[in-house]
């Protein structure tokens, strides 16, 4: 298994993938990983993981250090994708932080019913939005311990 390290982004909105990107280089988020790769849907997201469609050549056994998965995205919603991930015992342990635009109480509890590590209010305010993306960013990739990939796999094969 390579070091490599990536973060999945799950944003259908182009200019909030791009302000998003835009505040992890600014504070330093893009030096601490090999890349970030973006999905525009529920499919994407889930194409990424098995290798398909625009992700077709990636290598499927480096994992994200964490998904930031919006739930309003189109193909397949949010939650449907995160039920998903924690099915699959190759990326039930995978830190998925939903950040979305709803404040709502029910999408709140639907999220961590789903399995969701952390529910995050994207701010409406740009530097509330940039300070919550640059503290998130250094919590999962900084503070963090994920589980060792050799250790999923060994649970997978047990």
Do not use: H
Request: glycine fraction near 6%.
């Amino acid at each position: 298994m390579s070091g490599e390290r990536i973060i999945l982004l799950v944003e259908d909105d182009e200019d909030q993938e791009i302000l998003a990107l835009r505040v992890f280089e600014k504070n330093g988020i893009m030096g601490e990983v090999d890349e970030i790769c973006v999905a525009r849907n529920g499919v994407e997201a889930l194409d990424f993981f098995e290798g398909r469609g625009k992700f077709e050549n990636r290598d499927t056994s480096i994992l994200p250090e964490f998904v930031l998965l919006d739930l309003d995205i189109p193909k397949i919603d949010g939650v449907e994708v995160l039920e998903r991930l924690r099915a699959d015992p190759r990326t039930e342990l995978i830190p998925v932080v939903i950040f979305s635009s709803s404040d709502d109480r029910r999408d709140l509890l639907e999220g961590y019913r789903a399995g969701a590590n952390s529910y995050i209010t994207k701010p409406a305010n740009f530097a509330k939005f940039s300070e919550a993306m640059k503290q998130m960013g250094w919590y999962w990739l900084d503070w963090n311990e994920t589980p060792p990939m050799e250790d999923v796999e060994e649970a997978i094969g047990d």
